[in-house]
C-alpha cells in the first residue's frame, strides 16, 4: 500500500486474491495486532487489515490524534483505495464508532459500499458515551480504577501495572476522541449490520433496538460465550462467526467473495469449457480469467456459433460448459442455435445488460444460467462448480432486478396518489421513480444532469415529505402509485 495515507492501515495477513477484505478497527489504546491472533486463523479467502493510528505500536513515537473528523477523513482515505473489491468494516468495543463512521463516509462518497457493518460490544452512536467523557477528568489512580472496573481495557493489559505511564497517554487521548462525538440525526445507512457482543456482558435489548434506527439494511445480534475481550479469549469461534458472516454463498445469487480464484473441478465436474464471445472488451476480463485456469479446466475460445457446434460435435457423450457472450440482439436464429447447444453442454449466458424479457426466452430454451456483464470475472469459478450440481445461476444484480419486477406485478395499484405526492416537486418525482427503478444516486446524478450531493438532497427531502423512513419504504411508495419508470439506468 502507498501513498500519503498507508500509515494508518496495517495489513494482518497476506491473500494474493482476496475474495472479501476485513477492515478491523481496535478499542481504546489499542493498535492493529489486537487481531493479530484472528488473521491467522480466519479463513483463506478473508484479507485483514487493521487500523493504526497514530501513537501506539508501530506508530508509538507520534502524538495520538486529537480530532475525531479528521481521524475518520484519514481512514476514509487510507480505505478508499480498497474498495474495487468486496469489504466489510468490523469496530471492536469504541472501535466501533470508528467504523460506524467511516461507513458513512464511505456511503457518501458513493464508492462500492462494505458489505456488511460488524460491531463489538459498543451501544448505538446515538446514545451518550459517557465513560469517555468522565475518565477524562480523573486522576491516573482513579482513572485506573474506574476503566478496571467498567473492563474497559484487557485484563492482559491492566496487569502490566509498571507499563501504566506508557499506556495511559494514548488511553486518554482516545477517550477524548470519542468524547468529541456528537449525534445528529441522518439518514440510515444502508448496510446490513451485525452486532456481536459476550455472553458474561452481552448487549441490551435496548441497544440492539437502537442500532436498528442507524440502518435499514438490517441488524442482528450474535452472543459469544465468555467475556467481551471474545477478540483475545475466543479467538476461534470469532473466527468461525466471521467466516460465515463474510463469506457464506447465497443460494441464488453468485458473488465474487464466494471463491478466491480457479478451484481444481471436483469429481464428476466438467473440465471441458468452451467461451463463445465475440471479443469486446466487456469480456476480455472473464476471458483472462478462464485462461489463467488452463491447467485445471480444458479451455477453447470460439468466435462463432458454427465453431461452437464443431466442437461439441468432436466430443460426442461429454458434458462440458458453454459460456455464451450473448449478442445485442438474440433472435430467432440465435435462440435455435442454444436449444441445440443445451442438449450436449451445461449453457451458461452471458449478458450485456439484464433484460428480463430475454432470460425468461434463454430460460424456455434450455439455458442453465444468466448472468451480466458487472459480474467478477472470477465469479466463473463458483459458476463451473455450481452449474454441475443442477443450480440454475443468477447473478446478485440480475436476480434483485427480477424479484423487484415480480414484487411490483403482485403489489395493488392504487388509482390515484395520496394527497401528500402533490407535494413533490415534478423533479422529486422524477428522482423517487428512478430510486423505485434500482438506480442508484450516481446514475440518477448522470442521467437527469444533477450532482450526487443534489440528489442526496432530494431525496432526503422526499423521504420527510412522505414520511418514510427507508429505502424500501421509498421504493414501495412510488410503485404503489405509479411512479417507478419503466426503463433502465444507465452504465455508470
Not at 282 to 301: D, F, H, Q
Request: one cysteine or more; aromatic letters at 6%.
Amino acid at each position: 500500500m502507498t501513498g500519503e495515507h498507508a500509515a494508518w492501515l496495517h495489513r494482518l495477513n497476506d491473500r494474493p486474491r482476496p475474495a472479501v477484505r476485513l477492515f478491523c478497527f481496535p478499542s481504546v489504546g489499542a493498535g492493529p495486532n489486537m487481531f493479530a491472533d484472528l488473521s491467522g486463523r480466519i479463513d483463506g479467502r478473508i484479507e485483514m487489515w487493521g487500523a493504526a493510528l497514530p501513537g501506539r505500536e508501530a506508530r508509538f513515537s507520534e502524538p495520538p490524534p486529537t480530532d475525531l473528523d479528521e481521524v475518520v477523513w484519514t481512514l476514509t482515505q487510507a480505505l478508499l483505495p480498497h474498495t474495487e473489491r468486496p469489504y466489510a468494516l468490523f469496530g471492536y468495543c469504541s472501535g466501533a464508532l470508528l467504523a460506524y463512521l467511516v461507513a458513512r463516509r464511505l456511503t457518501e462518497l458513493g464508492v462500492p459500499a462494505p458489505l456488511r457493518l460488524i460491531v463489538a460490544n459498543y451501544p448505538p452512536p446515538h446514545v451518550e458515551n459517557r465513560t469517555a467523557r468522565d475518565v477524562g477528568a480523573l486522576g491516573s489512580e482513579d482513572f485506573w480504577r474506574r476503566i478496571i472496573q467498567l473492563d474497559g481495557v484487557p485484563e492482559q493489559i491492566t496487569q502490566m501495572e509498571d507499563l501504566r505511564d506508557v499506556f495511559e497517554p494514548v488511553f486518554r487521548a482516545d477517550y477524548r476522541l470519542i468524547a468529541q462525538y456528537e449525534h445528529r440525526d441522518t439518514l440510515p445507512i444502508g448496510l446490513p449490520v451485525t452486532l456481536l457482543s459476550g455472553g458474561l456482558d452481552p448487549l441490551s435489548d435496548q441497544d440492539v433496538t437502537g442500532w436498528a434506527r442507524h440502518s435499514d439494511g438490517g441488524v442482528h445480534h450474535e452472543i459469544i460465550p465468555g467475556s467481551r475481550w471474545f477478540v483475545l479469549d475466543a479467538v476461534d469461534e470469532l473466527s468461525r462467526r466471521l467466516d460465515r458472516l463474510l463469506t457464506a454463498a447465497h443460494p441464488g445469487v453468485l458473488t465474487f467473495r464466494e471463491v478466491p480464484g480457479p478451484r481444481p473441478p471436483s469429481p464428476g465436474s466438467p473440465r471441458d469449457v468452451v467461451f463463445l464471445h465475440d471479443g469486446s472488451l466487456a469480456l476480455s476480463g472473464a476471458l483472462n480469467a478462464l485462461e489463467s485456469a488452463r491447467n485445471l479446466y480444458s479451455v477453447t475460445a470460439v468466435r462463432t456459433p458454427a465453431d461452437v457446434h464443431h466442437h461439441l460435435a468432436a466430443r460426442p457423450g461429454e458434458t462440458g460448459v458453454l459460456i455464451v457472450g450473448l449478442p445485442p440482439v438474440v433472435n430467432s436464429e440465435f435462440l435455435s442455435h442454444v436449444r441445440a447447444w443445451t442438449r450436449s453442454a451445461l449453457v451458461l449466458a452471458i449478458a450485456r445488460t439484464a433484460d428480463f424479457a430475454q432470460l425468461t426466452t434463454l430460460t424456455e430454451a434450455g439455458v442453465n444460467g444468466y448472468m451480466d456483464m458487472d459480474m467478477e470475472p472470477e465469479a466463473l469459478f463458483a459458476a463451473l462448480t455450481l452449474l454441475s450440481r443442477g443450480r440454475f445461476l443468477l447473478s446478485g444484480s440480475t436476480e434483485s432486478g427480477l424479484l423487484r419486477r415480480v414484487a411490483e406485478a403482485e403489489r395493488p395499484r392504487y388509482p390515484s396518489p395520496p394527497a401528500m405526492l402533490g407535494e413533490l416537486t415534478e423533479r422529486e418525482g422524477q428522482v423517487l421513480g428512478l430510486v423505485a427503478d434500482g438506480w442508484t444516486h450516481k446514475q440518477i446524478s448522470t442521467r437527469l444532469g444533477l450532482s450526487k450531493a443534489t440528489v442526496d438532497t432530494y431525496v432526503q427531502r422526499i423521504r420527510q415529505k412522505l414520511g418514510l423512513h427507508n429505502k424500501a419504504e421509498l421504493t414501495r411508495a412510488a410503485v404503489e402509485y405509479g411512479l417507478s419508470p419503466a426503463v433502465q439506468p444507465a452504465t455508470d
